[in-house]
C-alpha cells in the first residue's frame, strides 16, 4: 500500500481542449478596488484587459462599506464606499475592459517560465461555464478575507453568534438582518470600530469593545467618530477567554492581559451578549497565487514583490489587500495604478521594460528590523525613485526611518511619531540604492527605530 | 403518535448508522431515533477521523476484535458508500530507546490483534515514508493499513444507505422514557420521545454518551459514563497530504497524533481530561497542547494555520476501557453496543458486523432481502470532479457553476443537494457537514449568509429560523427594518 497523495486526482491539470480561450494583454483577478484600479491603470495603458470577479458586482467589500471616509486622498472629497467603488466603477463601464463577473478563477497556469514570451493560462468558471483567459501579464487582486476565531484560539463552547465584523456587516448592510440584540466586540481594528457603530445606530446595543493591545488599532479617527461619540467603552489590554453558550451565544468571559499578552488569572468578567463580534486582523487570500507558484512573505503574508509589485513569477503582479493590508482604500487604488501599469508595460513591451531605468545588476532584498513589522517591496531590482511601504509593530511618539547597508546607515528620515494602524510610505531615493550597491552589498534593512526624545 | 418497528437503533452516531446499514440488508423495518436533530452529532462529531489500525487494545478484548477488522471492512464500505477513505499507512514514532521497546510492544500486539504487515523501521525508511517528519525519530512502527475518512462522511454514507434500503431516520426525538412489556411481546419496547413514541420489539443502544441513560431506562445493566473529553484542531490543506503520525502511547491515550485528511486539511487529535459530562469548550491549555505535540512529529507545520478547533466527548463506561458490545444479561431483547470511545470510528462497520452476529446468536430472526442494494452514490464532489465533469455539471444546471462557498469550492447546486437528499441538511452546519461549504479557512465569514439564504428558500422558513445546528442556535433576528 503505497502512500496515497490526495492532491494527485485534484489538481485540474486535465487537458482543457474543449474550454474556451480568450487573449487580452493583462488579466486582473479581483473587481474591487484594487482590481478596478490596476485594470484601469492597464487600459490607460492601451493594453487589452478584462478582470474576473467572483460576485454579480464590481466593487468587493465596498458594496458593504457604507459608511463614509472614503476618498479623502483621491477625489479630495469625502464619499462612502459604495461611492468611493462607484466611480471606479462608471469608469470600467466607460472602457471596453471585458468584465468576467460572477467568474471564479480556478487557477493560473503561468507554463515553463520563458521570460518575455510567458503567457499566462487563467481557468475560471461561473454559471455559463468553464473559460480560459490568455494574458502576458496578470495582476492578482483577491483582497483579504478575515481572521477566524479558530486563528486567535479564542477558548470555549461553539455556539451560533459568532461572526466576524465583515460578516456581520453584510448581514446588516445588505441582507437586512439583525445578527442579534447585544454585542460584544472583540478587536479595535477599523472594522470593529465602524461597526460598532454600525450596530449601535440599529438598535443593537454593544456591550464595549476589547482590545488585546495597549493601544486601539484602529485609526484615531475612526476611535473618536465610532466609540467616543457614541459612549461605547474600550477595554484595552483585555481579550475575550471564553466564548459562552450551547446555542446561541449567551454570554463572553473577558480577561485582562500582561504586557505579554497572556491572560492574567483572577481578572475573568463575564460580560453577558448574543453577539459577539471579531474584528482581530485581516489575512491577504492567496491560496490561488501560492497555487500559481508566487512566494509570499510570511510578515504580511501577500506575495514578495520588487518596486514595480511584480511577483517572484515574472508576469504575475500584485496590489491591493492581498498584497499587504492597507489601512484606506484611496492608498489601495495608489498602489494598483503603479501595479496595473506596471503590468501593461510588462504585457505590451517585453520583459526588460517594466521600469524605465532597470538595471540589470540591480538585486538588493529589503529586510525589516527595528520595530518596522515589514518593507514591502521585497526586493529591488532598479535604481529609481522607490515608494517604499511598512507598518510599525507598536505606537511611539518619536522614532525615525532608518536605512542600512552592511551596518551602515546610507539614508535616515525625520524624528516623528508612528502608528500601528498606519500603512507609512516614504520615496526612497535612487542615490541610496545606487549607495548600497556601491557598498556591494545584497540586502538592505528598513529600520525603525525609536530615539529618546530631546 | 405511536410507530411500531422491529428494531429500534437508539443514536445515529457512527455506530448506529452502521448497525442501521448492516442490517438494512435484512427483511425487518428499523427505526433509528436520534436526540438531536441531525446524524453524528455526539462524540462521531469530535473525532479525528482515524482509522487506527488496531495494535492498540490488549489482545483478547473486543476493542482488539473489532478494530482490525473494522480497519479492514473500510475499504469495502468506502466502495459500497462511496465515502472518501485514504489507507495511507501510518507510522508511531520512536525517539529513542526506551520508545523502541514500546514499539516493539506494540508491534506483539498488533500481531496479537491480526494486524498486517506491522514493522520497526529506521530513520532513513522513516523520511522516505513521510519526509515532513521529525528528524530526531530514531525508529517508527510502520503500519501500512492505517487510513483516515471524514466522520460525518461515513455516518451520513450509512445512514443515507440504511434509508435507501428502507429504514426510517427519526431525529430530535431524544429518548425520554422506555417502557418495556413482557418478553414475549411483539412490541417489547415502547420509547417515548417528543417527536413521537416508537414500538419495537429489539432495541439497540446506540446512544454514544447516553448509553448509560438509555440502559437504566430499560431496567438493563447499570453503569456510569465517564467524559474523557478531547480537543482537536483542524490546520489549513497542505500541498501534500501528511501521513498520521504518532507519539508512543500514554496509558489513557494514543497521545497527540499529527494526520492529514481527506480533504488535505491537517488535523492534531487529540487531548484526553476527565471533565463534567457535556462539557465541548475547548480549552486553551488543551489547544496549546496540541499544537506543542504536533511540533514534536512535525516540527515545520504551520501551527498558525487553525482553522478550527474543537472538542468533545468520548463514550467511556467508568471501570473498563473497552467496548461493550452484546446482548443485554438483565433484558433480552435489549443490545447494548456502549462504551465506544476511541477507536469507534475504526471499529464501526465491524462493531455493526458483531452486532449482526450476537442478534443472530440470540436467536434474531434475519431473513435476506431480495432487494437490498449495497450501493450508495456519493453526490458530485464539484471541487474533487474533474474538469470535464465540472462542465457537464455547470451545463446540467447554471447553479453548479455559482460558487457559493471560495475556500472549499462548493457551488449553490451541491448546497441544495445537500438539503434535498435524504437524511436532509436542515442546518448550516448539516450543509457543511455534507458539502463543506463553511468549513474552510474562513469559517463561512464569506459564504455564512448565502448559505443561510438557500436553506431559507428550501425550507421555506424565514431566516430567522435557520439554524447553525440544533435548536436554539439562531444565527440572525430578523428583519432589520422595513417589510422583507
Redesign the interface.
Known sequence: ?A?????D??T?A?A?A??QTQAFDVVVIGGGPAGMAAALAAHKARARVAIVE?EQHLGGILRQCIHPGFGLSHFKQELTGPEYAQRFIDQVHATDIALLL?S?V?GIDSGEPTGATAVHTVTL??????LQLTGRAVVLAMGC??R????I?I???????V??A??AQ???N????????RAVILGSGDIGLIMARRCTL??ISVEGVYELMPYANGLRRNVKNCLDDFGIPLHLSTTV??VIG???VEAVEVSQVDERLA?IPGTERVVPCDTLLLSVGLIPEN?LSVAAGVELDPRTRGAVVDQSLQTGVPGIFACGNVLHVHDLADNVTTESERAGAAAAARALGGGAETNAVADTSCELTVSPAGIAGYALPGRITAVALTKLNFRVRRPVDTARVRILANGEEVFAGKVRAFKPSVMESFPLPAKVIQQALDLGVSEIILSVDPVEEA | MTETFDIAIVGAGITGCAIARQLARYDLSICVVEAANDVALGASKANGGLVHAGYDPAPGTVKAQVNARGCELYGTWAQELGFLFCRTGSMVLGFNDEDRAHLEKLRQNGLANGVPELSIIGPDRIHELEPRASADATCALWCPSTGFVDPFEVAIAALENAVANGVTFMRSAPVEAIEVAGSGDDARFTLETPAGNVRCRYLINAAGNGAADISHMAGAEEFQMVWRQGNIVVLDKEPRTLMPLYPVPTPVSKGVIVTGTVHGNTVITATAAVREPGDTQTYASDVNALLAGARKLVPNLDTRRVVRAFAGGRPVIQGTNDFFIGQSAVVPGLFQAAGIQSPGVASAPAIAERMELVMRESGVKLHERTDWNPIRHAPDDFDRAPLARKEELIESDPAWGQIVCRCETVPEAEIVAAIRRQPDAVSVEGVKRRCRAGMGRCQSGFCQSRVVAILARELDCDPSEVLLEDAGSWLVEGPLKGVR
Open positions: 500500500m502512500t496515497f497523495d490526495m492532491r486526482e485534484r485540474g486535465e482543457v474543449a474550454v467572483r460572477n471564479m480556478i468558471m461561473s454559471p455559463a461555464g468553464m478575507r478575515e477566524t476565531r479558530s486563528e484560539k477558548p470555549g463552547s461553539r455556539p451560533a453568534g461572526f466576524t465583515g460578516l453584510r448581514y446588516i445588505i441582507e437586512n438582518l439583525k445578527p442579534g440584540s440599529e438598535g477567554t471564553r450551547h446555542d446561541r491572560p491560496e
